[in-house]
């Protein structure tokens, strides 16, 4: 059974720095493709950022530069490095893992960002 355990949500001002975990058990991190999403009131689930198996990662245009995606294998936890966050960051922040063509999700880490 895949379980998906974000952490490190928080309310933090405009400019200011936040890092997300992903604590996950019944999968490898490393083995599966893992991404964070987002969703902001009265707003459709966004990606926000994606690491594959191999190590590659990708980025919404809107975070590029701002935010950084990685994995620690050992502690089988994937992260989301936030920093110069924005209001418009503003949202529930959802883990997901791509396991045998099945989206696996989180319960989701609230982020609000003061101006």
């Given amino acids: 059974q895949v379980q998906l355990?974000?952490?490190?949500?928080?309310?933090?001002?405009?400019?200011?720095?936040?890092?997300?975990?992903c604590a996950a058990s019944?999968?490898?991190?490393?083995?599966?493709?893992?991404?964070?999403?987002?969703?902001?009131?009265?707003?459709?689930?966004e990606l926000v950022a994606?690491?594959?198996?191999?190590g590659n990662t990708n980025y919404a245009d809107s975070v590029k530069g701002r935010f950084t995606i990685s994995r620690d294998n050992v502690k089988n936890t994937v992260f989301l490095q936030m920093n110069s966050v924005k209001p418009d960051d503003t949202a529930v922040y959802y883990c997901n893992a791509r396991y045998r063509l099945t989206d696996c999700w989180g319960q989701g880490t609230q982020v609000t960002v003061s101006s």
């Fill in 5 to 21: 355990v974000e952490s490190g949500g928080d309310m933090v001002q405009a400019g200011g720095s936040l890092r997300l975990s």
């Fill in 50 to 54: 994606l690491i594959t198996n191999g």
């Fill in 26 to 45: 019944g999968i490898r991190v490393d083995f599966n493709r893992m991404g964070w999403y987002r969703q902001a009131p009265g707003k459709q689930r």
